[in-house]
């Protein structure tokens, strides 16, 4: 008996929760259809504060056009570029934050506004690998919070995430500088990296770069024609000093000696044959 009373229960509650439902929804259609703007202001800014916000999107798409201009504009503007956010739609959240901030640049809000233009592109910067647009992007936006708000509570976050893109950037150099070296075009090889140790002087590739400048030195001298050869296995031994100069782990250290008796023994043998 007391089972069934519990299943009625139950039974009732659902009903009701749907019947709730069911009037809510039907009352937002009515609302979506409604020809009175002030109403669908209230509607929106309600949804919005109940953080329903793929219902106050429509809302404010409609209405934020009718207020341009007026005292709520800033207000419609700001929500609705964060409904975009809370909605996963960084690209467009990313746009509508930065012309929030250029459309109310003294605005109280245009500080946050910066931030989640710059935090949406970082957002949707890609893997290394890909087209890094997003990435620049997301970096001039950080660069431009850093100028506008230097004392800021968020200054923190932005320049560790600006830091986070640029080593982004930074491997992506390095990896396709490598990409020369493993393809065996190693004379763009040594210009790539020595751009790659210019645009980056504080790598932490500085070590690794270096050695394969002095492989891709040793290696475009072995296999040179002649009359390229003596200038290309000089070269390498000034790779190999500039190497065993500056840096002494022994993950190298081996294999760059090996490559200087290497590249000595073919300078013997040019001289030999003048």
Same mark, same amino acid.
């Given at each position: 008996?007391? &089972?069934?009373?519990?299943?009625?229960? !139950?039974?009732?509650?659902?009903?009701?929760?749907?019947?709730?439902?069911?009037?809510?929804?039907?009352?937002?259609?009515?609302?979506? #259809?409604?020809? +009175?703007?002030?109403?669908?202001?209230?509607?929106?800014?309600?949804?919005?504060?109940? $953080? !329903?916000?793929?219902?106050?999107?429509?809302?404010?798409? =409609?209405?934020?056009?009718?207020?341009?201009?007026?005292?709520?504009?800033?207000?419609?503007?700001?929500?609705?570029?964060?409904?975009?956010?809370?909605?996963?739609?960084?690209? @467009?959240?990313?746009?509508?934050?930065?012309?929030?901030?250029?459309?109310?640049?003294?605005?109280?809000?245009?500080?946050?506004?910066?931030?989640?233009?710059?935090?949406?592109? &970082?957002?949707?910067?890609?893997?290394?690998?890909? +087209?890094?647009?997003?990435?620049?992007?997301?970096?001039?936006?950080?660069?431009?919070? $850093?100028?506008?708000?230097?004392?800021?509570?968020?200054?923190?976050?932005? @320049?560790?995430?600006?830091? /986070?893109?640029?080593?982004?950037? $930074?491997? #992506?150099?390095? =990896?396709?500088?490598?990409?020369? *070296?493993?393809? /065996?075009?190693? #004379?763009?090889?040594?210009?790539?990296?020595?751009?790659? %140790?210019?645009? *980056?002087?504080?790598?932490?590739?500085?070590? $690794?770069?270096?050695?394969?400048? %002095?492989?891709?030195?040793?290696?475009?001298?072995?296999?040179?024609?002649? !009359?390229?050869?003596?200038?290309?296995?000089?070269?390498?031994?000034?790779? *190999?000093?500039?190497?065993?100069?500056?840096?002494?782990?022994? !993950? &190298?250290?081996?294999?760059?000696?090996?490559?200087?008796?290497?590249?000595?023994?073919?300078? =013997?043998?040019?001289?030999? #044959?003048?």
């Amino acid at each position: 008996m007391l &089972y069934l009373q519990i299943l009625n229960m !139950k039974h009732f509650i659902i009903i009701i929760l749907a019947s709730i439902a069911l009037i809510s929804c039907s009352k937002y259609q009515r609302l979506l #259809k409604s020809s +009175d703007v002030e109403l669908k202001y209230e509607g929106a800014i309600k949804y919005y504060t109940e $953080e !329903k916000y793929n219902k106050a999107f429509p809302l404010l798409e =409609e209405i934020l056009p009718l207020y341009r201009g007026s005292d709520k504009s800033e207000e419609l503007n700001f929500y609705y570029a964060y409904c975009n956010y809370y909605l996963n739609d960084f690209i @467009l959240a990313g746009y509508h934050f930065q012309k929030f901030y250029n459309i109310f640049p003294l605005s109280d809000r245009a500080e946050d506004a910066m931030f989640m233009s710059a935090y949406c592109y &970082y957002l949707i910067s890609p893997v290394y690998t890909l +087209d890094q647009s997003n990435t620049y992007e997301a970096i001039d936006e950080f660069k431009k919070f $850093e100028k506008n708000y230097p004392t800021s509570a968020l200054i923190d976050s932005v @320049l560790a995430l600006k830091n /986070e893109l640029l080593f982004k950037l $930074e491997i #992506k150099s390095f =990896e396709n500088a490598k990409l020369n *070296y493993t393809t /065996e075009n190693y #004379k763009a090889a040594i210009v790539a990296f020595n751009n790659f %140790l210019k645009d *980056y002087p504080n790598t932490i590739y500085e070590e $690794e770069v270096n050695f394969y400048i %002095l492989k891709s030195s040793f290696l475009l001298a072995k296999n040179s024609v002649r !009359k390229k050869k003596e200038d290309r296995i000089n070269n390498t031994i000034d790779a *190999y000093y500039n190497f065993v100069d500056n840096f002494d782990d022994e !993950k &190298y250290l081996k294999e760059s000696e090996s490559m200087y008796d290497q590249i000595l023994k073919e300078r =013997e043998k040019l001289l030999t #044959k003048k």
